[in-house]
């Protein structure tokens, strides 16, 4: 098998790639400070963003990151290839970028299908769920959800029933450490060219799973304690070729994501398809007459918490992107909205120290 092929290659980026002559297609496996490495035809090699690249990209979103596939020349003066084009991705995760205000930054791209793992002890928890598969859908992949330690959940069908009331569609797998047939409860996503990664907080067992799916223990953890957290010591991104034929991405980024961009309608299409019935478009869902939500928790046939949830990663992912000072006013807007705004908060500070 092509080299190449064995990390993911499809038509869709062979075709692109014809655009481009004289440049060799390759992808991104690794990314370090300033540097990454990439596959090709020929082999593994570092390589360098090129300085026009560098110069013309005003955006990070646009930077190569791991699961990229890229254009790159021949080697440069000292032996790194040379990166001059990122070509089109159909999926990207994104985070804040760290001191940069108003920018996200790219954390892996071009993946499948993206695992979503939570165990059944202490980490179960169906808001940060919802926030991963809102998160998972927007990227442009397709989610799995994972339950780890099944072993140690002592009522299993209770809580994976609990999971597929707010799966949005997704497939739903049990997974313990005593699982002799993980690789046939997996094998429709692993299929070669396919690209995956995992995400999920610390100690839910994604290491322990990456390394059964690559066949060696490539990434080394920590035990969990009581708590259930453990620690996963992989410092920097990379992929991985799979005995399946497909390729895993691992990446400190991915195991915890914000809602710099969130698929709200997908994650909960419940409560967006019933928000259409209300009788006011523009309705808070607060105290309007003919509020079609209102009436569903009223009669429990929506989830009080499920719908909080909602509320908080809207608002969450509308502060995405803002300085301090601008998620203060966006906050204050907000709360004072209903008299008036910032004006109003204004005119009540203002009486409040003329009261003192």
Same mark, same amino acid.
């Given at each position: 098998?092509?080299?190449?092929e064995? @990390?993911?290659?499809t038509?869709?980026?062979k075709? !692109?790639?014809?655009? @481009?002559?004289g440049?060799t297609l ?14 090709t035809?020929?082999?593994?090699? !570092?390589?360098?963003?090129?300085g026009k ?11 190569? +990151? ?8 021949e ?11 990122v070509?089109?991705? $159909? ?9 940069v ?9 071009n993946?499948?299908?993206?695992f ?15 926030r991963?598969?809102g998160?998972?859908?927007d990227s ?6 994972l339950l780890?330690?099944a072993?140690?959940?002592e ?8 999971v ?8 739903v797998?049990?997974?313990s450490?005593f699982?002799?047939d ?6 429709? @996503?692993?299929?070669?060219?396919k ?6 907080s610390?100690?839910?067992? $994604? ?13 080394t953890?920590?035990?969990t304690g ?6 996963? +010591?992989? +410092?920097?991104?990379?992929?991985? @070729?799979?005995a ?20 709200l309608?997908?994650?909960? !299409? ?11 478009r523009d309705?808070?869902?607060t ?6 939500i209102l009436k ?6 929506l989830?009080?918490? #499920?719908?909080?949830?909602?509320q ?9 992107g803002?300085s ?8 204050s807007? #907000? ?9 109003? $908060? ?6 409040? #120290?003329?009261?003192?």
């Amino acid at each position: 098998m092509n080299n190449l092929e064995q @990390y993911g290659l499809t038509e869709r980026f062979k075709n !692109e790639a014809s655009l @481009y002559e004289g440049l060799t297609l390759a992808r991104v496996i690794a990314q370090y400070r300033g540097l990454y490495k990439v596959a090709t035809e020929k082999g593994e090699k !570092e390589a360098e963003i090129s300085g026009k690249l560098r110069f013309e990209t005003k955006a990070l979103v646009n930077f190569p +990151t791991v699961g990229d596939f890229v254009m790159i020349s021949e080697e440069a003066s000292d032996g790194h290839a040379i990166i001059h084009q990122v070509l089109t991705r $159909k999926s990207l995760f994104l985070r804040t970028a760290v001191g940069v205000s108003g920018q996200a930054q790219p954390v892996a791209a071009n993946i499948d299908t993206v695992f979503i793992c939570m165990s059944l002890n202490n980490n179960f928890n169906l808001n940060r769920l919802e926030r991963y598969l809102g998160v998972a859908w927007d990227s442009g992949a397709i989610p799995v959800i994972l339950l780890t330690k099944a072993d140690l959940c002592e009522d299993l069908p209770t809580k994976i029933a609990e999971v597929e009331g707010v799966a949005a569609f997704s497939d739903v797998i049990a997974l313990s450490i005593f699982d002799n047939d993980l690789a046939e409860k997996l094998a429709p @996503y692993l299929k070669s060219g396919k690209t995956m990664a995992l995400i999920g907080s610390s100690g839910v067992g $994604k290491s322990t799973l990456i390394n059964t799916l690559l066949g060696k223990a490539v990434l080394t953890t920590a035990h969990t304690g009581k708590s259930d957290k453990g620690r996963h +010591t992989t +410092t920097g991104k990379e992929l991985f @070729y799979t005995a399946f034929g497909a390729v895993l991405i691992d990446t400190p980024g991915m195991r915890e994501l914000g809602v710099e961009s969130v698929n709200l309608s997908q994650t909960f !299409e419940d409560i967006e398809t019933l928000s259409t019935h209300c009788k006011f478009r523009d309705c808070t869902h607060t105290s309007e007459p003919g509020c079609a939500i209102l009436k569903a928790l009223q009669d429990g046939s929506l989830d009080k918490r #499920r719908f909080e949830n909602y509320q908080k990663l809207k608002i969450e992912a509308g502060y995405e992107g803002l300085s301090a000072k601008e998620i203060e006013v966006k906050k204050s807007e #907000r709360m004072f909205k209903a008299v008036g705004g910032m004006k109003k $908060k204004r005119k009540v500070l203002k009486e409040k #120290r003329q009261e003192k």
